[in-house]
């Protein structure tokens, strides 16, 4: 079975433009979480979908959206892109929440830096 | 909130020698945890897992006991190896609002070398 799938995997931008990165789940997972890492705040949830809704959400401003389409596959968007905003940026897949905790598998993740 | 506190890096061990990486967390509810690995270039791995009190989880030699009196869940193995250099995060997962989001500590550089 295919792994969690990003594309693309390395990503330049410059400061003020925006992006859009994607992941594909793994086969039957209908959970998507997104998490950035970074050196100096590590690891850090950015939002979760599951069947096209978003569950929840973390502590980030709303030039950070995302969305999940019905084949579970998502996007994440980046407006208005900061230097800061430089990261890893990690998409995960779970079969998904219904009151059992489902173990989550991570992409190789984008690298995306602002330049 | 929730937090998970592991201990500050980097980790230099020789090889064959004793491995502890300290994780402590905060919580509400009855959370599950996890740690996970992460090598250089690639994504994260689960490693081993634990969902409730006494638990331990156990993988590629790689221990941990999940306890709930002191709110730990130490990361343990008795002889690592060079293949084993990588960066460890402890995790906890909480359903309180029946979402699965992961809280991950800094994460713990270890370095074997031969």
């Known amino acids: 079975k295919a792994g969690v799938t990003q594309t693309p995997r390395y990503l330049i931008k410059t400061r003020g433009q925006q992006v859009t990165l994607s992941c594909s789940p793994i086969s039957g997972h209908r959970s998507v979480s997104w998490y950035q890492q970074t050196p100096g705040q590590g690891l850090q949830f950015l939002f979760e979908?599951?069947?096209?809704?978003?569950?929840n959400k973390g502590n980030f401003p709303g030039r950070f959206s995302g969305r999940q389409f019905s084949n579970s596959r998502s996007e994440m968007n980046v407006s208005t892109l900061e230097l800061g905003d430089s990261a890893l940026y990690l998409c995960?897949?779970?079969?998904?929440?219904?009151?059992?905790?489902?173990?989550?598998?991570f992409g190789p993740g984008t690298r995306l830096t602002v330049t | 909130g929730n937090s998970v506190t592991q201990m500050e890096g980097p980790v230099t061990l020789s090889e064959e020698a004793f491995l502890t990486i300290n994780c402590t967390y905060t919580?509400?509810?009855?959370?599950?945890l996890f740690w996970y690995v992460q090598y250089p270039g690639e994504g994260l791995q689960l490693l081993l897992k634990a969902t409730k009190a006494d638990d331990k989880g156990s993988n590629k030699g790689f221990e941990a006991t999940y306890r709930k009196e002191t709110t730990s869940f130490h990361l343990e193995k008795g002889s690592v190896q060079v293949s084993d250099s990588a960066v460890y995060f402890c995790?906890?997962?909480?359903?309180?609002?029946?979402?699965?989001?992961?809280?991950f500590g800094k994460g713990t550089k270890l370095s074997v070398i031969p």
């Open positions: 979908y599951f069947s096209e809704t978003q569950r």
């Open positions: 995960a897949s779970s079969l998904g929440p219904s009151g059992e905790t489902y173990e989550q598998y």
């Open positions: 919580a509400t509810g009855y959370p599950s």
């Open positions: 995790a906890l997962s909480s359903s309180g609002a029946g979402s699965y989001q992961l809280t």
